[in-house]
């Protein structure tokens, strides 16, 4: 049963709506996605931690929801905003509508909003605070909710260590004696992620956000993954798994925390926007389509010993590198997609034939 309900921007802004979620309030940083597609994997992606989630594609829901695409255990969005909503779902992988989805896992969404006009404003703003109210019309004492999220909005570095990373290592690869060991740093990592890992021909472990660089000095290579952390709060951590002079891989915020421990400077997007991006590989010339998902930005300007492999096509800001004196592969994005295009897949093999030289030197 829909209910009249109520968005509610920090700023002040106001959208009215329909509930098809769960019967219940949430704040959050708002952000838009720009995909067509791909729904529940961006709201399964543990990097979507605290995000309430405003979809540009005017219509949401068409195919479902099913148990394969998930790319962790629960729903991690604070919230769901769309312009339509389409509750019959028509696919044959279908298991359920994503209304359904949502109430299970105790989100809640709004439909009828005016989208365009909520993502021009947050196009300018960048990410700013919001909350989805059910059943609700606006009030003073509401946007004051979310004004208060603003000024102590949840802690992500210690939500990363505590909620979202595994709690104890584990082997993901159903094989074992593959060639190569991984070690997977878990700040967030999608299944998907680790799929692609074990498909590059490792034999991927994964351990838990605070693990020492001692736990894993006996493993071929590193892997920083990506999640919703501040990529400055373990710089320490970090600068240990390099001294390790393993060849190391990380996506995300897994990059940014590399970069930061390189003096590079972090800061915030100034857009809220996700979803697909044009970076140019700069080693090929060729223009690639990326799945982006970071509240974060890291400036490589004036970083020493680094070499750009990746820029964005529209502002030039690097977006990957790799290193003159050690074997890192790093990129802002994630290889896989998932959601979204696979142009840049290869990241994964390239990283095998980084560790394979790396070793044999």
């Not at 920090?10 to 329909?18: A, I, K, L, V, Y």
């Not at 949430?26 to 994997?41: H, K, L, M, W």
């Not at 393993?246 to 857009?271: L, Y």
């Amino acid at each position: 049963m829909k209910s009249d309900s109520v968005l509610i921007l920090e700023n002040g802004m106001c959208f009215g709506g329909s509930s098809f979620g769960a019967d219940t309030e949430s704040i959050g940083n708002i952000v838009f996605n720009t995909a067509t597609a791909g729904y529940q994997e961006i709201l399964t992606d543990p990097a979507s931690k605290g995000q309430i989630l405003t979809m540009t594609y005017p219509m949401v829901g068409s195919y479902g929801v099913n148990s394969i695409d998930a790319q962790s255990e629960r729903v991690h969005s604070a919230g769901l905003v769309v312009k339509k909503y389409v509750n019959r779902p028509f696919h044959y992988r279908s298991e359920m509508n994503l209304g359904q989805y949502l109430k299970k896992f105790q989100v809640p969404a709004i439909e009828g909003v005016d989208t365009r006009k909520l993502v021009i404003t947050l196009r300018d703003t960048g990410p700013i605070s919001a909350g989805i109210f059910i059943g609700k019309n606006y009030s003073d004492s509401l946007l004051e909710k979310v004004k208060s999220y603003s000024k102590g909005e949840l802690d992500l570095a210690v939500t990363a260590t505590t909620i979202l990373t595994t709690r104890q290592p584990y082997r993901f690869s159903n094989l074992v004696n593959k060639r190569y060991r991984v070690a997977v740093i878990d700040f967030g990592v999608k299944r998907s992620t680790l799929q692609k890992l074990d498909e590059a021909n490792f034999e991927v472990h994964v351990f838990p956000a605070n693990t020492s660089a001692a736990d894993i000095a006996g493993f071929d290579a590193i892997f920083l993954s990506h999640g919703p952390e501040n990529p400055t709060v373990n710089s320490n951590q970090v600068e240990s798994f390099l001294e390790l002079r393993k060849p190391i891989m990380a996506i995300g915020v897994g990059q940014q925390m590399i970069a930061h421990s390189k003096g590079s400077q972090v800061t915030k997007q100034k857009s809220a926007g996700q979803g697909g991006n044009s970076v140019r590989e700069m080693t090929t010339g060729q223009v690639k389509m990326v799945n982006s998902n970071s509240m974060y930005y890291s400036d490589l300007s004036n970083v020493k010993d680094i070499i750009i492999n990746f820029e964005d096509v529209n502002s030039n800001m690097a977006q990957g590198f790799s290193n003159s004196e050690s074997p890192i592969l790093a990129v802002s994005f994630s290889p896989e997609g998932t959601p979204g295009p696979q142009d840049t897949l290869h990241l994964y093999s390239d990283f095998y034939r980084l560790v394979e030289t790396s070793i044999h030197k």
